[in-house]
């Protein structure tokens, strides 16, 4: 579900409601469930009895462990520019695991094909092409990546360690009139975002 949806399932504004949103995802079950450990034991057990599985025995996976490891990986750096060449050298130097670049490529586009995880690549406006080959890794639904880190890492946690000389800003696909918390953080609209040019005054 979009923020939108979420609002009108839980009856709440958007400001009240995106600390869960941000924390449980937007999977519709969600809101059925009361406790935190009910969402989390639901989350967890779906992505290891559905998601994994599924993606494991449909491309027929022998090392089970390096997969897992990997999107414990990519859940706990999202955001951060990387590559499969990047990765392979965690695993070498972290985890003392020698995993080819060739095979986290391969397990990284098995992920996108899942719907786990969106690659987001650079794109050079003037020149009209992506340029680099690092690219950024996002979870398709933030539920079930904070539940792979048990609520460790928190998105809201690491934009608030960001230096206050930054616009603190996030920005939602929804049409949502825009607010800002209590830590100084503003959260708009995409359109918003984009067309307005006036939009970094909330601020």
Known sequence: MSLSEYCEGTGQEPRDAWKDYYTYGGLPHVLALETEKKKLDYLTNLFESVYLINVIERHKIKNKSEFEELVRIVASGIGAPTNPAK??????????VNISSVTIDR?????????????AIRYDIKGKKYIGSLAKY???????????????????????????SFKKIIVVKDDIKPWRDENGILTIGLIDFLMDDNCLSHL
Do not use: P, W
């Open 107 to 119: 397990y990284l586009s098995y992920m996108q094909d899942a719907f786990i995880i969106e690659k």
């Open 87 to 96: 990765l392979s050298n965690t695993f070498k130097s972290v985890k003392k």
């Open 138 to 164: 996002y979870f398709s639904d933030l539920g079930i990546r904070n539940a792979i880190l048990g609520l460790r890492q928190q998105e809201m946690a690491s934009l608030l360690k960001i230096n206050d």
